[in-house]
């Protein structure tokens, strides 16, 4: 088992660009979440996904969006891309929301110039 | 979004026990209180969840009081391989559900 992958593994972009980080799971978890960490600094949710079909916001979803495409993925998309945003981005996926254990992917680094 | 405290960095020398405590005054009254260990470069790792009281594992305990408020991490007779940061997660009410994990706990153990 792979686990949650993430990708990619690093990518930089110019300011108003846009992208989208691609996870997925392989433990057939019902629940995906979106974190991102600062440098030095904690981990701050930005979206998470409770079940397939349902997508909520977390703490800081402001300039981004998501999609459950599947049981298994959960993507991440920066519409127009500030410095902001630049970031390590975490995802992680759990058997159910609330209370559970997470699983966390390697993370995809993101700069954003 | 009321805060989720930890004390910034803690020292320790192998073999000794480490307390590591989280202040969480706005947890929701129906949800598990889970703590997490990061590498650096890494994803956060599971290390202990509980509701309430003690819960004990092969590599922690965890010790909740009845309020709920707060959670204290004890990692017993740490090596140099648990220099890391530790994070609590919790569910926190205020203005809806929020999940939010604590600001962090540096580790440091030495010989």
């Known amino acids: 088992n792979a686990g949650v992958t993430q990708t990619p593994k690093f990518q930089v972009l110019k300011t108003g660009q846009s992208m989208t980080l691609q996870c997925a799971q392989d433990?057939?978890?019902?629940?995906m979440y979106w974190y991102r960490q600062d440098p030095g600094m904690g981990l701050r949710l930005i979206y998470y996904?409770?079940?397939?079909?349902?997508?909520d916001k977390g703490e800081v979803p402001n300039g981004y969006n998501v999609s459950r495409l599947n049981k298994r993925e959960f993507s991440l998309r920066l519409e127009s891309a500030a410095p902001s945003q630049t970031s390590v981005y975490f995802c992680?996926?759990?058997?159910?929301?609330?209370?559970?254990?997470?699983?966390f992917g390697p993370g995809t680094r993101l700069t954003v110039l | 979004l009321a805060k989720t405290t930890q004390p910034i960095s803690m020292d320790s020398y192998e073999g000794q026990e480490v307390n590591i405590t989280c202040s969480h005054n706005?947890?929701?009254?129906?949800?598990?209180i889970t703590w997490y260990q990061q590498f650096p470069s890494q994803g956060p790792r599971f290390i202990i969840q509980?509701?309430?009281t003690k819960v004990t594992n092969e590599v922690a305990s965890l010790f909740i009081p009845a309020d709920r408020k707060s959670s204290t991490l004890s990692l017993p007779r740490v090596s140099l391989s648990d220099t890391a940061v530790y994070y609590c997660?919790?569910?926190?009410?205020?203005?809806?559900?929020?999940?939010?994990f604590g600001t962090g706990t540096q580790l440091k153990v030495e010989l």
């Open positions: 997660l919790v569910l926190i009410t205020g203005g809806g559900n929020k999940l939010t």
């Open positions: 996904s409770a079940s397939e079909g349902t997508t």
């Open positions: 992680a996926s759990g058997e159910n929301f609330r209370g559970n254990e997470q699983f």
């Open positions: 433990m057939n978890h019902n629940s």
């Open positions: 509980g509701y309430k």
């Open positions: 706005n947890i929701a009254t129906n949800d598990y």
